[in-house]
């Protein structure tokens, strides 16, 4: 059998690209995933230029519309997160991805319940990453993720099947049974 391309936040993979020079390796989903699919590793703060290590970043503004601002020098990157990510995007539509890993709670990769910060400091966990929204935007139908919630067996096994039953639908020579899209 073929394997499927994911992609994933390339900090879920042990790369060391977190703004704190770390990562966050999740060996429970490399390890069970990694039997049936490839990675394609995307860190969008360091992909847009910010570097590695570099200032702590967080949502602010309105849910719906945040901005991505550094946490102590009140910088906002929000333009140029969507400018990388609208040529970012068009390339990975070449990449023929079958899904994506996003990392939780991130203000670039988070795919729900991101925290988005007031202007009296309060946070809402409402938000979505500035990446990982433009992504879904960008693809509506490709099966996404987040790295927490797979830690669930149920969603996991969910998550998978999407995966197989998208890329099926996607690609007919994988059909074999005369489904249509």
């Known amino acids: 059998m073929e394997r499927i391309r994911i992609g994933i936040s390339a900090c879920l993979l042990g790369q060391c690209v977190r703004y704190d020079g770390g990562h966050r390796h999740d060996r429970s989903i ?19 230029g910010l570097g590695v ?5 967080r949502l602010v503004g309105d849910p719906d519309h945040p901005r991505l601002v550094t946490v102590e020098s009140g910088i906002d990157h929000t333009d140029r997160m969507l400018a990388w990510a609208a040529g970012r995007l068009e390339a990975l539509a070449a990449e023929n991805l079958g899904g994506f890993i ?7 990769s988070g795919m729900a319940a991101v925290k988005v910060y007031g202007p009296t400091g309060a946070a809402v966990n409402k938000g979505v990453g500035i990446f990982a929204g433009a992504f879904m935007r960008r693809f509506p139908l490709v099966p ?8 669930d067996p149920r969603l996991k096994e969910n998550f998978v099947g999407r995966i197989f039953v998208y890329t099926r639908w996607r690609d007919p020579e994988k059909r074999g049974g005369g489904l249509s899209p």
């Open 30 to 48: 490399t390890d069970t995933l990694g039997r049936w699919f490839d990675w394609f590793p995307v860190c969008p703060e360091a992909e847009c």
């Open 53 to 57: 290590p570099r200032e702590a970043m």
């Open 102 to 108: 996003f990392k939780s709670r991130s203000p670039s």
């Open 144 to 151: 996404v993720e987040e790295d927490e919630r797979l830690h």
